[in-house]
């Protein structure tokens, strides 16, 4: 079953990670990123370095996540993100998708009435 778990978690993460750093009010980094993603899902999900660490690359270089160096030059420093305005418009977008996907999944399922 984890293995289930884990596929549709992959195809999900871009929209989780945008509605999570647009929740935060806040630019954070991957780690922190990771940590609440995984509290959100209270364990259900663990989101692995090597999964979060490519997408979020990806996603700055579509334009959805801006970064910045937090810290001086010489110490540690850390990579925050934060959603952009173009990938604001993509998680409305992607958010009323999976609103009609879960919608329409729940009549073939049973569990909602049609709409009226």
């Known amino acids: 079953m984890a293995s ?3 596929q549709m978690r992959k195809g999900t993460t871009r ?3 945008l509605k999570l750093l647009r929740d935060a009010e806040e630019p954070l980094h991957g780690y922190e990123i990771i940590q609440r993603l995984e509290a959100r899902s209270e364990g259900t999900f663990r989101f692995k ?3 979060i660490y490519p ?3 990806r996603m700055e270089k579509e334009d ?3 970064s910045h160096w937090l810290g001086q030059p010489g110490t540690r420093r850390r990579k925050v993100y934060a959603v952009t305005e173009k990938g604001r418009r993509q998680l ?3 958010l009323r998708q999976w609103d009609s996907f879960r919608h ?3 009549l073939l399922l049973g ?3 049609a709409r009226s």
């Open 49 to 51: 370095e090597g999964l």
């Open 111 to 113: 569990v909602d009435k």
């Open 64 to 66: 959805l996540l801006a």
């Open 4 to 6: 289930q778990l884990d």
């Open 92 to 94: 409305d977008a992607e």
């Open 104 to 106: 329409g999944m729940n």
């Open 55 to 57: 997408t979020l690359h």
């Open 15 to 17: 929209v989780v990670i």
